[in-house]
């Protein structure tokens, strides 16, 4: 009887810890929006870290692998990003979990337009990438500005 | 009225204190304007300018222990009883000819320096994501406590200006309302004080 009761105990316990991941992985539509954009922007991230670091001397600079990288940036820039932010995805609605302000719903053109600069941007990039070191630093630093211009007005520092 | 020596020259400032003084304002200006206008071409010079009031806070720190008695923390921090005493009398149109730092004006510059050691710590640990450059220490935290700093790095930096102007506007108070002239000392390092 009593190993009993401890087995249920212990069968219940473990149902608990096993099911309550499970429960909490359920995404929220807003949540799924979240974790795609900061998917798109770990894509971002992973083509444009190459060319900061040819630009900074950090790596070599490959006429190659900045116009692969300048052209995969500016196929992103390209997409129509709207579907990944849904009303109720900014930082007051999913805290911990999102840097996006509010205001990028209250102030949605000037949102869209710091995606357009950062399609100005890449279109900068196409055109210089292949053309030697002198042409991509003023480029990647374009991409910085256009980078910082978002966040700076859109996105909290912290989540 | 209360007797009062004569006023007497002396050099209160020593060349340390002026220099780390003059050099701090150039380094947190120039680090200021930099982040505030921060680009891919820029940012490093704010990564020096940040090295650069680091090294001189510390200099600072160590000189408030060691120097001389009015760079000194033990000289210049007294207690809530001055405190109140002076900020009672600081309204009276005469200068305080104060030999050092007056208990209320200290508050500020260690305020200050508190403020900018903070920004130095949270620069050290912060990282850019525009310009995809990481400070020194930042590469030893996690993501999440990276991002802390960086946060707090900017936080910080919206408590210094306001304390940037109280110091000055101090300055313009005791040199229009009190007739005493406290930048001219910091150069030269020689004050009218009085002793008691």
């Given at each position: 009887m009593r190993t009993l009761i401890?087995?249920?105990?212990?069968?219940?316990?473990?149902?608990?810890?096993?099911?309550?991941?499970?429960?909490?992985?359920?995404?929220?539509?807003?949540?799924?929006?979240?974790?795609?954009?900061?998917?798109?922007?770990?894509v971002v991230l992973i083509n444009a870290g190459p060319l900061f670091g040819m630009a900074k001397g950090d790596i070599d600079y490959d006429a190659e692998a900045a116009s692969t990288a300048a052209a995969n940036l500016d196929a992103l820039a390209g997409m129509n990003v709207l579907n990944m932010y849904p009303a109720g995805s900014d930082k007051p609605s999913l805290?911990?979990?999102?840097?996006?302000?509010?205001?990028?719903?209250?102030?949605?053109d000037g949102f869209i337009g710091k995606f357009q600069d950062f399609g100005k941007a890449t279109d900068g990039l196409v055109a210089a990438a292949g053309n030697g070191l002198d042409a991509l630093r003023p480029a990647?630093?374009?991409?910085?500005?256009?980078?910082?211009?978002?966040h700076d007005n859109y996105r909290d520092k912290d989540f | 009225?209360?007797?009062?020596?004569?006023?007497?020259?002396?050099?209160?400032w020593d060349p340390l204190v002026r220099i780390v003084h003059w050099s701090l304002v150039i380094t947190v200006v120039a680090g200021f304007l930099i982040g505030e206008n921060m680009s891919f071409a820029n940012i490093g010079w704010h990564f020096w300018m940040g090295y650069a009031t680091g090294a001189l806070?510390?200099?600072?720190?160590?000189?408030?222990?060691?120097?001389?008695?009015?760079?000194?923390?033990?000289h210049m921090l007294t207690g809530p009883r001055q405190v109140i005493d002076y900020a009672k009398t600081v309204r009276k149109r005469s200068p305080s000819h104060w030999p050092g730092h007056n208990p209320l004006g200290a508050l500020s510059a260690v305020a200050l320096w508190a403020v900018l050691a903070g920004l130095v710590i949270t620069g050290l640990c912060s990282e850019s994501e525009d310009f995809f450059e990481t400070a020194p220490l930042a590469g030893y935290l996690p993501s999440d406590l990276r991002l802390e700093m960086t946060g707090l790095h900017d936080d910080l930096h919206e408590i210094l200006v306001p304390l940037v102007?109280?110091?000055?506007?101090?300055?313009?108070f005791y040199h229009f309302w009190k007739r005493e002239n406290l930048i001219r000392p910091m150069i030269t390092g020689w004050k009218w004080v009085r002793r008691d």
């Open positions: 401890m087995k249920s105990v212990a069968a219940l316990a473990l149902t608990a810890t096993v099911s309550a991941p499970i429960a909490m992985a359920a995404d929220t539509a807003e949540e799924k929006a979240v974790k795609a954009r900061r998917g798109y922007f770990q805290p911990g979990k999102s840097r996006a302000q509010d205001k990028i719903w209250s102030d949605l990647v630093g374009a991409l910085g500005a256009s980078c910082k211009g978002c | 009225m209360s007797k009062v020596s004569e006023p007497v020259r002396e050099r209160v806070l510390l200099i600072r720190i160590i000189w408030g222990f060691v120097g001389p008695a009015p760079a000194r923390f033990s102007f109280l110091h000055l506007g101090a300055i313009a």
